[in-house]
């Protein structure tokens, strides 16, 4: 159970596009702020293998930080991000925050 809903999490995270210059405002307030959003993009993929198997505690720590710094990075690309950019990385990041909200109520008491 535990290993499923780890992959599942992961996956969730995983799945969005990085944002991408051409549906962007081209300001230096929006370079900042995606580049900082890719930062934070960046650090969830890089701790995706930091829990080993079974570590429910680790897990649920896990998804707090990514959700804290998932969430964090939606706030700063959604004003920069235009047109099909802004529709699919934001609705990516809308369905992955909300199956993780749905494991730490479930799982993260």
């Not at 930091?50 to 004003?79: E, F, I, T, Y």
């Amino acid at each position: 159970m535990f290993h499923s809903l780890f992959a599942f999490c992961l996956l969730a995270l995983g799945s969005f596009a990085e944002p991408s210059i051409a549906g962007s405002v081209n300001s230096a307030a929006c370079n900042r702020d995606l580049a900082e959003a890719d930062r934070l993009i960046h650090g969830i993929r890089l701790r995706e293998n930091s829990v080993k198997q079974g570590d429910w505690a680790g897990l649920c720590r896990l998804l707090r930080q990514n959700h804290k710094d998932m969430s964090r990075a939606r706030d700063l690309m959604n004003p920069c991000l235009t047109g099909h950019d802004l529709g699919e990385n934001i609705g990516q990041i809308d369905a992955s925050l909300g199956d993780i909200r749905y494991v730490l109520e479930t799982r993260c008491r």
